[in-house]
C-alpha cells in the first residue's frame, strides 16, 4: 500500500507518494488545479499501486475540489491538519521548505498518525458550515463598523452615553440614526449616518442566517440542541467542523480532532497532563463555549467542575476535563442519531 501525501495550492497541487510500511519516497508530481489535473493525477496513482491512501492537507479552500474529484472515483481521502504536517517538516533533514517538501511530509504524517478523520462528500454538514462562517464574517464587519461609529459619536458629543447592550439591539441603532438625522450634516455626521446603515443592514442579514442556520439544525440534528449550554449557533459550529460522525471510529478520535484529549507529558514519578494546542480550533472553540456556559447555568456541570477543583486540579485544568466529557457526549448524541 501507498500513502500519497498532496499539498494544495490555489494553481497547483504536489504529490508526493511513499511507502505505506517504510515512508520511503517513491515519486512526485505536480498538475494544475483543474478538472484536467486531478485525472493526471489520479491516472499517476493508478500506476503506481492500486492500494493506496490519499493525504490531503486540511485546508479546504485550496482542496475541496480535488477532494471532491478523489472521492467520486472511490478513493479513500484521509485531512492531515496544517500543524501535524508542519511538525513533520520540522522533524526532517533537511531545512528546505518547497511544494515537493511538504507533500512527502503531509504523506509522512499521515502514516505517524494513523486516526485522522477522512474526508467525505460534502452534505448538509457543508452547507451549515458555510452559513456559520459567512456570519461570523458579517458580525465581524458590522463590529468593525460599530467601533468606528463609537468614536465618531464620542467625537461629536463627548456627553453622549452609548447604551449598554451598544450596537447589536436594532432599537439602540435606530435611535442613534434619529439622533444624527436632527444634527448639523456636516461630514463627520454623514460619515457616521452612513455607518449606522451598514451596521443596520449587516445586524438584519445576520439575523436572518442564524434563523437558517437553526431551521438546518432542528432538520437535521436536534438531539444536540437538548444537551445544556449548545445554542443554534455552537451547534451549527460542531455540526459542520464535525463534518458527519461516522468519519470517527470512536470518541477518544473525536475529541482528539477537537484538541480537548490531553497529551501525556509524564516524567518518571511525576504523572501529569498538558494542554492539547492542536485539533480543530473552531470547534475547540465551539466546546469551551458550551462548557462554560454549562458552568454558569447547568448545575450537574457546576457540580462536577467544583469536584474536580477540589481534587487539586486548576480553573483551566477543570474546565478542559469538562471539555473532553462534553466531546463524549456530543460523540454519543450524534452516534444515537445516525444509527
Sequence with gaps: ?????????KATHTAAAVNGLTAELLGDVTVKARQHGHAQLLAWASGLDEQRVW????????????????????EHVLRVPPKLMANQRKSERTFSKSDPIDALAIARAAIREPNLPSAVLPGI??????????????????????????WHLHQLDPEYEIPAQGFTNPSNVDKVGRRLQ????????????DLVRRIRELNKYANELRKEIGRLVRQTHP???????????????????????GRFRTEAQLASYAGVAPLDASSGRQQRHRLNRTGNRKLNRALH???VTQIRVYPPA??????????????????????????????????????
Design 182 to 193: 436632527r444634527m448639523e450634516q456636516v461630514t463627520q455626521v454623514r460619515i457616521c449616518r
Design 223 to 245: 438531539e444536540l440542541l437538548a444537551i445544556p449550554g449548545i445554542g443554534i449557533l455552537c451547534a451549527g459550529s460542531i455540526i459542520a467542523e464535525v463534518d458527519g460522525i
Design 125 to 150: 454538514e457543508h452547507e451549515i458550515g458555510l452559513l456559520v462562517d459567512h456570519r461570523d464574517d458579517l458580525v465581524k464587519e458590522s463590529t468593525g463598523y460599530q467601533r468606528r461609529l463609537r
Design 1 to 9: 500500500m501507498i500513502v500519497i501525501g498532496v499539498d494544495a495550492h
Design 55 to 74: 493525504a490531503i492537507e486540511d485546508c479546504r479552500i485550496l482542496s475541496s475540489g480535488l477532494e471532491r474529484a478523489l472521492l467520486e472515483a472511490g
Design 289 to 291: 463555549i458550551v462548557a
Design 302 to 339: 457546576t457540580e462536577y467542575y467544583e469536584r474536580r477543583k477540589t481534587e487539586g486540579k486548576s480553573n483551566r485544568e477543570a474546565l478542559r476535563t469538562l471539555k473532553r466529557h462534553l466531546a463524549r457526549r456530543v460523540f454519543n448524541t450524534l452516534q444515537i442519531q445516525t444509527a
